[in-house]
């Protein structure tokens, strides 16, 4: 009963290190997503995939790049840290495009640039 | 563009008062979506509610419900007799349709902070 699980819970990052943050799913979702929630805010999604091998940008993708190679995964990656990046991170996923279903979103990753 | 307004940051209750949240929203589409999502203190997201933009009856669901007016651009939601647990921040969010699945957009409100008192 996993769900939409996200590794790793927390990191700290110098700045131009890059890392890859870990989602996955055991739902069969088609559609994931990647949001970031910076601290009084809501969140902004940074890009999205409607199916293996097919990713498309959302509201703030500079800075990141991800990939979608199977159902279940969709990892995303900072090639440069920079502090701008700090942020939760969170993973979602859903059966349909999220404008009429409900997104399972995962636990988030804290991220912190230094 | 679509914007979604939170307008009450914070909010502060004593245990078993009702309380509403308030949600504005702005969208050229005829066809959208609304959701309500809490992100308690451990920080998950859990899904509370969807509605669509042809779907104006309220929704009671226990101690929650939802009055969604067009008419107003508002899809408030409301906590009766609310409780300890309860204390958490309350995102609005709002989806237009879109076909072919590109340009796909959801965009979230900052949020209301809930804390329920003893």
């Known amino acids: 009963n996993a769900g939409v699980t996200q590794t790793p819970k927390f990191r700290i990052l110098k700045i131009g290190q890059s890392m890859t943050l870990q989602c996955t799913q055991d739902?069969?979702?088609?559609?994931m997503y990647w949001y970031r929630q910076d601290p009084g805010m809501g969140l902004k999604l940074i890009y999205y995939?409607?199916?293996?091998?097919?990713?498309d940008k959302g509201e703030v993708p500079n800075g990141y790049n991800v990939s979608r190679s199977t159902t279940e995964d969709f990892p995303l990656r900072l090639e440069l840290a920079a502090p701008s990046q700090t942020s939760v991170y969170f993973c979602?996923?859903?059966?349909?495009?999220?404008?009429?279903?409900?997104?399972?979103f995962g636990d988030g990753t804290r991220l912190s640039i230094l | 563009a679509q914007k979604v307004t939170q307008a009450q940051t914070e909010i502060s209750v004593v245990e078993k008062e009702d309380v509403t949240l308030d949600c504005v929203y702005e969208t050229r589409d005829t066809t959208y979506y609304l959701f309500w999502y809490k992100q308690p203190p451990s920080g998950e997201l859990v899904f509370l509610i969807r509605r669509n933009s042809f779907d104006e009856q309220n929704e009671i669901s226990g101690r929650y419900s939802w009055n969604f007016q067009k008419s107003t651009s508002s899809f408030n939601f409301t906590i009766t007799a609310s409780q300890v647990v309860d204390s958490a921040v309350y995102f609005c969010a709002l989806s237009e349709a879109v076909y072919g699945g590109s340009n796909y957009k959801l965009t979230f409100g900052k949020g209301t902070l809930l804390t329920v008192n003893p």
């Open positions: 995939s409607v199916g293996a091998g097919i990713t």
């Open positions: 979602a996923s859903s059966f349909e495009l999220a404008s009429n279903q409900p997104q399972h």
């Open positions: 739902m069969n979702h088609n559609y």
